[in-house]
């Protein structure tokens, strides 16, 4: 294997195969209610980028129940799981809601760690010193989007921070010992693979434990829909996207767990690129090329 992947590491962390399931809070995220922007980052769907979560009205053990019950059969018994909160901005709520939260979770017999994706501007300390708290009876991974290094690029997708935030955040959850995770999309409009790797190589330099790759994928309803449809800018080939991860990975130092090496959008509303979508091609190709 060309890199160290998210099954590998759980491996050698807990000793066993791990099963991410989704739990939904009810958050927004700043980007959407005002208080940073409105409309959202412009590849991002209504649901939040988390289109395969739970009902979040539901308490969530009753999530977790709901989840775990439903892969058990194929997990089998000997499986552990993580809950992963992901739609949203998870850390974008009162510190005491968190804290009930990250309870529930922790509490739950057949959880063996928890993932929290949010974003860098919304890890206040008191945020940060609750996440570490839970961090020493649970492990709790963070996973914050980055998408791009380039502060141009950045403004174009509406993402609403400054890069060096993200840096900075990424240092405190460090020094705190706790796992940190950088999110990358590359093909965003107008990014050279230069730019590309600048943003790979940022995530490095800001110390973090892992990365995750996706492509940029194009959903209906999304501002960059309008600009996919207005020909603004062109999705990246199978092949094309590949050689551009094949170049990522020579940059990730060894240890550094390589969560994912894209992802795939809910089909009914996926638009481009088409080949995302057949997930067991993009599998039989990965383990081709980089298993
Ligand atoms: S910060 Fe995350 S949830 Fe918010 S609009 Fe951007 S991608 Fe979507």
Known sequence: MRYLSANDHYRQRFGKKMYRVAI??????????????TGGCIFCSAGGS??????????????IDMAVAKVRSKAGAD??????????????????????VLNSISSHPMIGAVIIGTRPDCLPDEMVSLISDYNRKLPVYVEMGLQTSNDNTARLINRCYDTSVFG???????CEG????????????GESVDDMMDSVRYVVDSGCDGIKFTC????????????????EFEVLGMEEYFDIVDRALDIIPEGMVVYRLTGDGPKSILAAPE????????????NRRFG
């Open 24 to 37: 939904s809070l009810d958050v927004t995220c700043p980007n959407r209610d005002g208080s940073k922007g």
């Open 178 to 189: 706790i796992n940190v995770t950088g999110h990358v999309i590359l093909g965003l409009p």
């Open 216 to 231: 940029l994928y194009v959903l209906k309803g999304t501002k960059l829909y309008d600009m996919f449809i207005n020909k």
């Open 79 to 100: 499986a552990g799981y993580i809950a992963y909160l992901q739609s949203f901005t998870n850390t974008y709520c009162s510190v005491q809601y968190l804290d009930g």
């Open 168 to 174: 900075e955040a990424a240092g405190r959850l460090r």
């Open 50 to 63: 988390g289109e395969f979560a739970s009902d979040k009205s539901l308490p969530v053990r009753e999530q």
């Open 275 to 286: 080949w995302t979508a057949n997930k067991r091609a993009v599998i039989n190709y990965i």
